[in-house]
């Protein structure tokens, strides 16, 4: 059974970084297909930003628009962990955040955009932007 935890939510001011964390257990991590996404309070969960391996040990990174060039994404393996780190907080960043995983590599914007596949998912964790 695969556990996803995610954990540095928390309240800051626009402009502030904070970095999430997701540890993953009881599957093969380093194979899975990771991603982040996000849900405001009466909006539908989006997709944030998703790391795929790419090579022996190098990943390949996507990110949405919204938060593309404020937000990355990156994998520690060894540690069975994926990061967000986010720098230049807005208040419409305000939201539950998300670590999910698949079992499938995607490749196309059309399918890792869509929360219906992923596997496996995190129980969240609250980040509140205040302006």
């Known amino acids: 059974q695969v556990q996803l935890v995610e954990s540095g939510g928390g309240l800051v001011q626009a402009g502030d970084s904070l970095r999430l964390s997701c540890a993953g257990s009881?599957?093969?991590?380093?194979?899975?297909?990771m991603g982040w996404f996000r849900q405001a309070q009466g909006k539908e969960r989006e997709f944030v930003a998703a790391?795929?391996?790419?090579?022996?040990?190098?990943?390949?990174?996507y990110s949405a628009d919204s938060v593309k060039g404020r937000f990355t994404i990156s994998r520690e393996n060894a540690k069975n962990t994926v990061y967000l780190q986010m720098n230049s907080l807005k208040p419409e960043d305000t939201a539950v955040y998300y670590c999910?995983?698949?079992?499938?590599?995607?490749?196309?914007?059309?399918?890792?955009?869509?929360?219906?596949?992923?596997?496996?998912w995190g129980q969240g964790t609250q980040v509140t932007v205040s302006s």
């Open positions: 009881g599957g093969t991590f380093s194979s899975y297909f």
């Open positions: 790391i795929r391996r790419s090579g022996a040990n190098t990943y390949s990174a």
């Open positions: 999910a995983a698949s079992r499938i590599t995607y490749y196309s914007v059309s399918d890792y955009y869509k929360s219906s596949n992923y596997d496996y």
